[in-house]
């Protein structure tokens, strides 16, 4: 079982790289026009990341037992 867990580990990296990039190439194009729209990006972007992983997360649960 602890494959998975390896195999997970080395997925994440390249994800979350791409994943940094893309915020922020989105959040240079609309940063300095108003300091409340920097803030919902930062937000967005801040909890975007999570929703993919979920499903990772949940394989992983449930082949735990």
């Known amino acids: 079982m602890r494959w998975r867990h390896l195999l997970i580990s ?12 893309i ?3 989105f959040i240079d194009l609309f940063s300095e026009i108003h ?4 803030l919902i990006f930062y937000i967005i972007f801040g909890f975007l ?8 997360v949940n394989w992983l649960a449930n082949k735990e037992n």
């Open 10 to 21: 080395i997925m994440i990296i390249p994800y979350l790289i791409t994943y940094t990039v």
């Open 23 to 25: 915020a922020i190439y």
């Open 35 to 38: 300091w409340f729209i920097d």
């Open 49 to 56: 990341w999570i929703l993919p992983s979920i499903p990772f």
